[in-house]
């Protein structure tokens, strides 16, 4: 009894400054085959990733992420914008015709000229686990296999890889290239290629450097469809309540998702912003956090305390936290 009494008045004092909101659908866009939808904050998508450093980089001088979908008009940094890109993968499936044997490494140096790489990078090497493997790689189709953002350095496949698979990618920008394109080695007549890996087979927080390579802020509906349209709402969710603001401050706005109203000023109106391509991602039904940690560093000031951060260094199943944000809504498919 003592206990319940304490943890009631606990509750009562953390959340009064929330709002709570009991109407726990989302008002559904105005289409009879709307789709509801409810993702928990730790549940974020397996299917994103970073092909550099550079591009995860949350200092104030680069941020590429934030500067791109933080902000109204995006900020664009032309040195860094990828301007040919391949993706590879090494996976258990083999198709001799069009596998490519090779080496992948985490930390790759740029390629200043045409020439490819030392051929020392391509033979008698020794994996190191987390930095270098070899593999038979096949490369993977844009559009049909994944989608990739130029601006941000980030990739985004249409189907959730194996966690035993290894990703690993060519791209040039102003500065040089990084690995090696297919038709470079064809035209080099080597028989193996050197690429810059973007995950590890089996990638778990002990790789600290890959493991930053992972984005933990975008989260897939996973309904298999397309989005026509879409409206949805943050909540702290806590024995089931649903919390919908911090004082008079929706969880929504903090977040970064109302900036705009319907007719595209910078004032907010309560609604999610119906933004394709910076808000969410229509064809894998990806919602697209403008921060890479809204629940962990980059957590607004005013609900720090409801921060996560094991979501950011720790392995998803691990995580056993039951109450948090969820994201709630629902969708009309295409």
């Given at each position: 009894m003592k206990l319940s009494f304490l943890f009631g008045i606990m509750v009562l004092f953390f959340f009064a400054g929330c709002e709570y909101n009991n109407i726990t659908p989302v008002a559904a866009p105005a289409n009879d085959n709307s789709?509801?939808?409810?993702?928990?904050?730790?549940?974020?998508?397996?299917?994103?990733?970073?092909?550099?450093?550079?591009?995860?980089?949350?200092?104030?001088?680069?941020?590429?992420?934030?500067?791109?979908?933080?902000?109204?008009?995006?900020?664009?940094?032309?040195?860094?914008?990828?301007?040919?890109f391949e993706l590879y993968i090494s996976d258990s499936y083999f198709y001799p015709v069009t596998n490519i044997k090779g080496w992948a490494y985490l930390n790759l140096p740029v390629r200043k000229s045409a020439a490819l790489y030392d051929d020392s990078l391509r033979y008698n090497q020794t994996p190191v686990i987390g930095e270098k493997y070899s593999g038979n790689f096949r490369r993977l189709e844009y559009g049909q296999d994944y989608i990739f953002q130029s601006e941000t350095g980030y990739i985004?496949?249409?189907?959730?890889?194996?966690?035993?698979?290894?990703?690993?990618?060519?791209?040039?920008?102003?500065?040089?290239?990084?690995?090696?394109?297919?038709?470079?080695?064809?035209?080099g007549q080597k028989d193996q290629i050197v690429l810059k890996m973007i995950k590890p087979p089996y990638l778990n927080p002990d790789m600290k450097d890959a493991w930053k390579l992972q984005l933990k802020n975008i989260y897939r509906i996973d309904l298999g469809t397309i989005i026509k349209s879409i409206d949805l709402n943050i909540y702290y969710k806590i024995n089931n309540l649903l919390f919908?603001?911090?004082?008079?401050?929706?969880?929504?706005?903090?977040?970064?998702?109302?900036?705009?109203?319907?007719?595209?000023a910078p004032v907010p109106d309560g609604k999610f912003d119906q933004r394709?391509?910076?808000?969410?991602?229509?064809?894998?039904?990806?919602?697209i956090f403008p921060v890479l940690q809204p629940f962990g560093n980059n957590c607004p000031?005013?609900?720090?305390?409801?921060?996560?951060?094991a979501i950011y260094d720790s392995s998803k199943s691990s995580l056993t936290q039951k109450d948090g944000f969820v994201i709630k809504g629902s969708i009309v498919p295409d």
């Open positions: 789709v509801s939808f409810e993702i928990n904050y730790t549940d974020y998508s397996n299917c994103c990733y970073f092909i550099d450093a550079v591009y995860a980089d949350t200092s104030a001088q680069l941020n590429l992420f934030n500067k791109y979908y933080g902000n109204i008009v995006p900020v664009i940094v032309p040195r860094y914008r990828i301007s040919s985004n496949l249409i189907n959730e890889p194996a966690d035993g698979a290894l990703l690993a990618v060519a791209y040039k920008t102003d500065e040089g290239s990084y690995g090696e394109f297919e038709s470079e080695i064809i035209n919908s603001s911090w004082y008079s401050d929706s969880f929504l706005r903090l977040f970064g998702f109302d900036q705009i109203n319907s007719s595209e394709p391509y910076f808000t969410y991602l229509p064809s894998t039904s990806d919602i000031k005013q609900v720090l305390d409801l921060s996560y951060h």
